[in-house]
């Protein structure tokens, strides 16, 4: 990402792109809670995921899939609009589910374009809860993330996302006819298949050194204990996992809008992780 600065003292002058001089967004689209941070702001805006058409009520993310992306798009301008500057444009850094492919960033752009943005820019779930929790990325890394109603077991090697699996299964189903014991369970499954058909030994040095836990499920003791024991690994919660992601995206924003090749850098596209 960086370029060696020039040395010759004719070289001209470039001013900062714009959208390092204005305002960025760090957001976290979740199927039952959409998380926020601006740049400069203190605090986190966390709000449901939900419009109000008429009389009702949509929810317009579901199963980590976007559904309504007007509603989405409406929904973000309810949350964000009125913290926003009149004028000017921004940097988005956007998570996104990491089996959620092209359809989903495709979506989510078309819907953050009521934010009006300079750039998106995309990060795996998985990645930004490693951010967030300082984990050393330069070793296999296994991150759990048990949402609302998604459930996610990736494989980081280097940072980059080289396995994962999912299921359309989270906290907000449990009840007494989906005990926790469903949801360990199937997190359990994952990862033994993931071992199974690793042919290297990535999954099983990740695993050995410990689970990355994210997610309102991490909140649960019940489910650190179960998939603990069933796993028999160590299973970390990360601090505050309910907003790992959106603050691992965060990182990501002040670090693309702080890099000293900003004088050098061309002014970035959107582009997929």
């Known amino acids: 990402m960086t370029t060696p600065r020039s ?46 058409p008429g009389d009702g009520v949509i929810h317009p993310i579901q199963r980590g899939t976007i559904v309504d992306t007007p509603g989405t798009a409406q929904m973000l301008d309810r949350l964000l609009g009125h913290h926003l500057p009149r004028f000017g444009r921004r940097l988005i850094v956007l998570t996104a589910p990491v089996l959620g492919g092209v359809a989903f960033r495709t979506e989510a752009r078309t819907a953050v374009e009521v934010l009006r943005p300079y750039a998106v820019l995309t990060i795996p779930t998985a990645r930004a809860v490693a951010m967030a929790a300082d984990a050393d990325l330069t070793r296999p890394l296994l991150v759990v993330d048990i949402g609302a109603h998604l459930t996610e077991v990736t494989l980081l090697t280097d940072g980059a996302v080289t396995d994962a699996r999912h299921t359309a299964l989270g906290i907000s189903d449990l009840d007494s006819l989906t005990p926790p014991t469903q949801i360990a369970d199937a997190v359990v499954a994952m990862v033994t298949t993931m071992l199974e058909q690793d ?30 024991r069933q796993l028999h690994a160590p299973v970390r919660p990360v601090p ?34």
């Open 7 to 52: 040395h010759a003292v004719t070289a001209p002058y470039r001013p900062w792109p714009l959208y390092r001089q204005c305002s960025g967004i760090a957001l976290d689209l979740g199927s039952a809670r959409t998380r926020a941070w601006i740049s400069g702001r203190r605090s986190l805006l966390d709000v449901p995921t939900v419009t109000f």
């Open 199 to 228: 042919h290297t030994t990535q999954t099983l040095d990740a695993l050995q050194r410990g689970v990355l836990l994210a997610g309102g499920g991490a909140l649960r003791p019940d489910l650190t204990y179960r998939l603990t």
């Open 240 to 273: 505050a996992p309910h907003t790992a992601a959106v603050r691992g995206a965060a990182r990501l924003l002040e670090a693309a809008r702080t890099h000293p090749s900003t004088t050098r850098t061309p002014e970035p596209t959107a582009h997929p992780h």
